[in-house]
């Protein structure tokens, strides 16, 4: 077996690791006409037991993904999860602590990936999967736990792993000249997001919308889940009655932390303003630093003055830049959005399919195609308006950083891919030492349904293995 390296072959038999396995929202969410799994217990390790429906769950996620997998792929999504209960049971053992907001904060950015692949429509959601986006988290919690665990017991036994140019140069050159991976064109660019200003009359307007809706609840007597489903601006909670579930504290933006914390149970807040608009908040429950609120927003409108008037501040603040009065680092720092990643990042966009900073040209979107097509590095588009998931309006100024032209790997140009394979090569070697050698100590079962895997041979001649 291999562990898949952005191209590069690994020569040998390697462990996968259970990183490689880890899903968007986690395979158990199926829709509702999915298959239903008679469970049973199929292997145990420590003192963490692995469930059939693991396995049949997260192979038929992988076949849905891919269709000319092996058809003993099982086998293989087995040896993934023992070694991610064998990560998960040591890390029990050594105390390695993960935290409930770390949790927390995991299944609420997997939840809001899930939310944009649908357009933000809750209901669309739960009719796919047969179930709530509370109860979604729910199910996903105890997973998501395990997998931080393992991840952290797995960097914890890497952390020592480091490469050196010699190592880099070593592993490109182990690599058969016939199987080295051709890169198709990519680009690196910088960008300035700009949200435009509202002008005073729309937010005076929002304003007495929004304390018209909350009279109607706290004078008029009508139910709150109800004029949040019809007028609500926050298209997440909008669907649920406003109900926002329970959220730790350092989730909400600062002016709406402060309130809710304040409140009473039951209690209605006075309408606040925050960067996205008027709200005003119930509290339903607290405990300790967790608290149940639902809330209705109302955002004022952006005219399409407003948008013209922040095109043509993007406009100057691009002159200005190729003027060589203000840099662009300098300009993103001073007109920035400071809520969009790339703001920490100097203005530098990351890749969200490989985590760095390279884009395939396929992978742009549409608009930043067009706008950097025929620049040369370090030129800059002119602004470009886009709309972020929540339809919230923007302007972004792109600059090309650098362009590369199609090539097979070379150890010159693609130094940083190549140094990175080599190290998670390192990495592998690391982990997969340490699971062999950990499994001389470990009890480890496995059922009759898995015996005659053929990759689990290594692991079962190591281990005290009793096979019921």
């Known amino acids: 077996m291999q562990i898949p390296h952005i191209g590069f072959p690994l020569p040998g038999w390697r462990l996968c690791l259970p990183a490689l396995l880890f899903l968007l929202l986690g395979p158990a969410l199926r829709a509702q006409d999915g298959k239903a799994i ?8 420590g ?3 692995l469930l059939l429906s693991e396995v049949q769950e997260q192979t038929s996620y992988a076949r849905q993904q891919q269709k000319d997998l092996p058809e003993d792929y099982d086998c293989i999504v087995l ?34 990936r ?19 986006i509370a109860d979604i988290k729910d199910q996903m919690r105890g997973d998501m736990r395990s997998q931080l665990l393992a991840e952290r017991m797995q960097a914890q036994i890497t952390e020592k792993a480091t490469i050196t140019p010699s190592e880099v140069q070593t592993f490109f050159n182990n690599i058969p000249k016939d199987s080295l991976p051709y890169f198709n064109a990519e680009v690196e660019i910088r960008e300035i997001v700009y949200k435009p200003r509202v002008n005073a009359a729309q937010k005076d307007a929002a304003r007495v919308r929004v304390d018209e809706l909350r009279k109607r609840i706290t004078e008029g007597g009508e139910a709150f889940a109800e004029l949040a489903k019809k007028y609500s601006d926050d298209p997440g909670s909008g669907a649920n009655g406003g109900d926002l579930g329970w959220q730790k504290r350092g989730t909400f933006v600062p002016e709406f932390e402060a309130t809710v914390y304040k409140l009473e149970t039951d209690q ?8 996205f608009g008027f709200h005003f908040i119930q509290l339903l429950e607290r405990r300790g630093n967790l608290v149940h609120a639902r809330h209705i927003l109302i955002k004022p409108e952006i005219t399409d003055d407003d948008l013209k008037i922040a095109e043509t501040a993007m406009d100057s603040v691009r002159q200005l830049i190729l003027d060589k009065k203000m840099t662009f680092s300098g300009a993103v720092k001073q007109f920035g959005d400071k809520n969009t990643p790339s703001f920490h990042n100097d203005g530098r966009v990351a890749n969200p399919r ?72 390192k990495k592998a070697e690391f982990t997969e030492r340490w699971v062999l050698e950990k499994l001389r100590t470990t009890y480890l079962s496995v059922g009759d349904l898995y015996q005659n895997c053929p990759n689990l041979k290594p692991m079962l001649e190591l281990s005290q293995t009793i096979r019921p």
């Not at 008679?38 to 390790?45: N, P, Q, R, Y």
């Not at 209605?268 to 960067?275: A, F, L, N």
């Not at 800059?380 to 090539?407: C, E, M, N, Y």
């Open 79 to 112: 040896q993934n999860l023992l070694v991610q209960k064998l990560l998960v049971n040591q890390a029990k053992i050594d105390s390695v602590e993960v935290k409930d907001e770390e949790v927390e904060n995991q299944l609420d950015a997997r939840i809001e």
């Open 354 to 425: 490989s985590g760095n900073t390279f884009f395939e040209v396929s992978d742009l979107e549409t608009s930043i195609f067009f706008a950097i097509d025929g620049l040369n590095p370090d030129e800059i588009s002119k602004p470009i308006s886009f709309r972020a998931p929540d339809g919230t309006r923007f302007f972004r100024l792109v600059q090309l950083i650098s362009r590369s032209k199609p090539h097979k790997a070379d150890l010159k140009l693609d130094y940083n891919k190549i140094q990175s394979a080599a190290l998670e090569q």
């Open 268 to 275: 209605i807040s006075p309408v606040i303003e925050t960067e």
């Open 38 to 45: 008679i469970d049973k217990v199929v292997a145990t390790v």
């Open 47 to 49: 003192g963490e037991i």
């Open 114 to 132: 899930l939310r944009a692949y649908f357009n933000q429509d809750d209901k669309a959601v739960a009719e796919y999967y047969g179930q709530s």
